[in-house]
């Protein structure tokens, strides 16, 4: 895993493991990847393939209903004269490359830089503590901010499904629950499980409304992945601003039933 930009190159010692090179960035920033030298014969298996995400034990993220892009588009494979030619360029700030090079010297070369992205949708956090604010910046659009990490949050404010395109005063209606499950479009879920792909993680809790100064009790997620997804219908500027840090003890009150921490 790396976040430095930068010149890397990889040259193989034989053999047919497949390697994964996984790139992240801030979570303001996408990440460019350019092909310098590129080596992979086809004989014996050998590729390379480009991510537009991150894949770990065959679950992606951002999950497939989440990417503006197809799979087709977002995974590329390439060997002997195939050449990835272009510059690639990710849609968030994670991106993989894959390869299994089993030729002895052969290999690949690549620049690495991360670009400015001012409205970040999808998001893989390396900090375990801090706090963000996830928007919508009033687009039809889901996005989710993932840790890598059971996670305790708590929401600073909530503006879901509430501020509209066109500006009207707005009373604060506090924290709604179970949006998802009353049919409003937009909504705030935290999500925990044992893999990146969020369209299979449980739900432990929706909320949407007006609160800015909220009093929910954290939501403690218990999961190797935490998620923190907004819904959005593209009728409303949403955002969410929420204080996110670890916690260790599984038995700890409110700790998410799905997962139990090993
Ligand atoms: C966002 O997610 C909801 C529920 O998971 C889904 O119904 C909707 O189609 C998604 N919207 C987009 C733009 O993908």
Redesign the pocket.
Known sequence: MESLPGEYWYESAGGSTVCGFYLIGLADQVIEIEFLDFDISCEDGGLLATLDGWETRGQIFPSG??HPLSMVERYKTYCGKNEPSMTFISSQNVALIQYRIPNKGQGFRIVVRFIEHHQPCNVVSLEARGTYTLKNFGR???CSVSFLYPESFSVLALDVGKTGLMSIQNWETGIVAKC?KEGF?DYVQFLGGEGLDT?IMYPAIDVCGLDSNPALPPVMIGCKHSVVRM????NFYNSVNFVFQTFADRFQRGAFKHCLLD
């Open positions: 209903t989440d039809k659009q889901n998802a479009a369209s819904v959005s219908s593209g």
